[in-house]
């Protein structure tokens, strides 16, 4: 028997309890139950500065055979392109390596 919380358990199983509800609904119902106990946010907004990735500098490498697309770590860029999993053949640089 599968775990009330398992990962296979989609959003759209239905609780045994509770046959004709999906779980999202249930789920819903009881964050709204807790939303509405706990009151009113007691703070102001959060203003979290978020960190913004320049994704057009960053290095990656493109097979020129089969377009297969792979993002870079700085640490690695050392070692140079990759050899494309599909084609065996050595990738192009693209973004920045240096
Ligand atoms: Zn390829």
């Known amino acids: 028997m599968r775990s009330y919380f398992s990962c296979q358990d989609s959003l759209l199983t239905l609780h045994p309890r509770h ?8 789920i819903f119902q009881k964050q709204f139950a ?9 703070h102001s907004l959060l203003k979290v500065p978020a960190t913004t ?3 057009r500098a960053r290095p990656r490498a493109v097979c020129k055979q ?10 690695w860029v050392h070692y ?13 640089k693209h973004g920045e390596w240096d």
Not at 34 to 41: F, R, S
Not at 66 to 75: D, E, S, Y
Not at 80 to 92: A, F, I, K, R, S
């Open 53 to 55: 990735l320049s994704l």
């Open 34 to 42: 807790i939303a509405l106990k706990l009151g009113a946010y007691p």
């Open 80 to 92: 140079g392109p990759p050899v494309c999993p599909m084609d065996q053949v050595l990738m192009e």
């Open 19 to 26: 046959p004709r509800e999906p779980l999202a609904v249930i």
């Open 66 to 75: 089969c377009g297969f697309r792979v993002p870079m770590l700085k640490a």
